[in-house]
Each structure stands twice: as C-alpha cells, then as structure tokens.
C-alpha cells in the first residue's frame, strides 16, 4: 500500500478497497463493519444506517447538482438494504465568498428529493473556512430508515439468483465528464440521478425475492459485481451484449477510451434476485421511466469463485477485473 494518499483511492475500485480494509477496517473491525453493506443495518434489524460525503466538480450539471446527490446517495444507500429513509442530517462545510443563491439553489434541491424519499433532516452542522480551504461546498448526509425487508445482504449471493440492472449504465460519470472537460454535445446526455425508494418499495410490496441490492456509483458496475463475486463466494458471468449503454455514454467511451461498465451511477442499481422471479421483477422495474429498460445481465455460477467473466457474442470470454487507477476524480 502507498505510503501517502492518492486520488487513485477514492475511485470506489481496488485502490479503495485496500485503504478501507487496511487503514479503517482495521481500526474499527467489528461484526457490522465487516459486511460491507451500502448501509449497516442495526438494532436488531429494524432500522438502516448509512453515511456518505459530495465533493463534485462541478456542483451543478445536467440532470442534477451537488445538494439532489446528497440527498440520493444517502437515502439509495438506505433503500439498497430494503429501508425506508426517514431521518437525516446534513452537515456541510462552505468556502468564504460562496454564493447565497447558488446555496439556496442547492437546498431547494435538497428538498425536493427529501419529498420524493418521505424523509426529513432533523439535524445539520455548517462550518465556513477561509478562501482555498475547500472548494466551494462540500456536503455529507447521514440517514437512518426503517427496514421493510430482513435478510437482503451482498453477503448471501447463490446460483440460484441471477443478475438485474435497473437501467443504462454511465450516465452520471459521462455527464459529470463532459461537464468537466467542456465538451459540447448534440445530444440530451444527463446524469441519472434519483432517488431509488420507488422502485424499491414497488419490488418488495409484489414479494419479489431479492437477494442482494447495490447502487452503481463510483466504480460503477463493474465495482459492485467483483465486490459481491468475493463477498458472496461465487462466480459472476456476464452477457456482454446484454449490458444497456446508451449511444452518447457510448461515444463518449469509445471516443476516450473509458469502459462503460466503470463509469460511475447515481439513480441505477443492480440486484440479485431469484430465478424464478427474475421477469417478475423486470417487469415491475419496466414499469418505471427512470428504469423502463431493466435487463438482467449475468449468471451466478461456480466456475471461477470470487471472480467476474465477461462473456462476448463470439464465444470468448475474459475477467473482468475491479477499477483500478483514478478514471475520474470528485464524482460524487
């Protein structure tokens, strides 16, 4: 491991994970910690419990802004663990000089996806710093729901789930690019970010057996597959031509050589389900704007355990290993 901090181990794949388990697992190993959750559920399994902190440059792109992810990211956090969002708060830290109405902007946004969730924020903290402390804002949430559903865990995976995604992968970390690098589009390319609670109340009240629940964000899918190949014990293989990439996240990829299953997400997850309710829950998913083109992409099987195999039309087939390196920093 390196003896300083790179940009490399915020990217949500391998770098990541080594200063996690090394640095801060390490420290406050315990039973909970230790499953790797998207929130960690508590007191006796009735409630959900999740943090997470945004530093995205910019703060406003297509599709949302700053203070609509911070909303998202915790509250699908919670939802991935079949919660209800109820409670949060919301500490932010704002550079001297920054604007009041663009702030006001953030929280009305804020807001509205605090509707959307069912949820409130019962307490906050706000700390200004000097001009060149920090950039801007940057904002954490923490959220506490109530699970409607025991017993999902990325911890449980067997061959007899398969593998579903809600939507078209890449969106947010092809926006939040193109925003970045100023690259003019001829197209309706915008981040996929929103709130997940719908889909997922929907799934869970039509008794769809869900095994496992992960939102795509950064690493994108490819981090969330190889984390459940090895949290789970299995083997995961996926039908690369069933991968949805929309044709602008598509051109964006091939135009600077980035792999779609990498970019980050921020309103897409994927889910372990079982067989036989597999086009049950596609079904129900279809029946959503934001998630109309639901696919299942993969197989769970034995072959190779703890790895992830992407299978080509042509009958090839090769791993596909988590993200490594910093493909784009400040995502979220």
């Not at 996806?113 to 903290?125: K, Q, R």
Request: net charge negative; proline share 2%.
């Amino acid at each position: 491991m390196n003896k300083q901090i790179t940009l490399a181990m915020g990217n949500g794949g391998e770098e990541n994970n080594e200063l996690i388990s090394k640095i801060f697992y390490k420290a406050f190993k315990n039973e909970i910690l230790e499953k790797s959750e998207d929130a960690a559920v508590i007191h006796g399994g009735e409630l959900a419990f999740s943090t997470d902190s945004f530093t995205v440059s910019p703060l406003f792109f297509e599709g949302a802004d700053i203070g609509k992810l911070a909303i998202c990211g915790t509250c699908n956090d919670l939802a991935m663990m079949g919660a209800k969002p109820k409670y949060l708060t919301c500490s932010v830290i704002i550079e001297e000089g920054f604007s009041t109405r663009e702030l006001e902007k953030i929280v009305r946004s804020m807001k509205k996806e605090l509707e959307i969730n069912g949820a409130i924020v019962v307490s906050g903290d706000t700390k200004v710093v000097p001009r060149g402390s920090v950039d801007k804002i940057f904002i954490n949430t923490t959220g506490i729901g109530t699970i409607i559903k025991k017993g999902i865990s990325s911890n449980n995976i067997s061959t007899d789930d398969v593998i579903l995604v809600s939507r078209d992968i890449g969106r947010h970390g092809a926006t939040i690019f193109a925003a970045r690098e100023g690259i003019e589009l001829s197209s309706t390319l915008e981040s996929d970010c929103a709130s997940l609670i719908e889909q997922v109340e929907a799934l869970l009240e039509a008794d769809v057996c869900v095994t496992a629940m992960r939102d795509a964000t950064r690493g994108g899918v490819s981090a969330v597959l190889n984390e459940w190949a090895k949290q789970s014990d299995i083997c995961i293989e996926v039908e690369e031509e069933s991968i949805p990439v929309s044709q602008e996240v598509y051109g964006i990829c091939e135009m600077l050589g980035f792999e779609a299953l990498n970019l980050a997400n921020e309103g897409t997850f994927v889910l372990a389900v079982k067989k036989e309710d597999a086009q049950k829950a596609l079904e129900i998913l279809h029946s959503f704007e934001n998630s109309k083109n639901a696919v299942k992409i993969a197989n769970v099987s034995q072959q190779y355990k703890q790895k992830v195999i992407l299978l080509s039309s042509y009958g090839t087939k090769r791993f596909l290993d988590a993200p490594t390196g910093e493909l784009l920093p400040r995502i979220c």
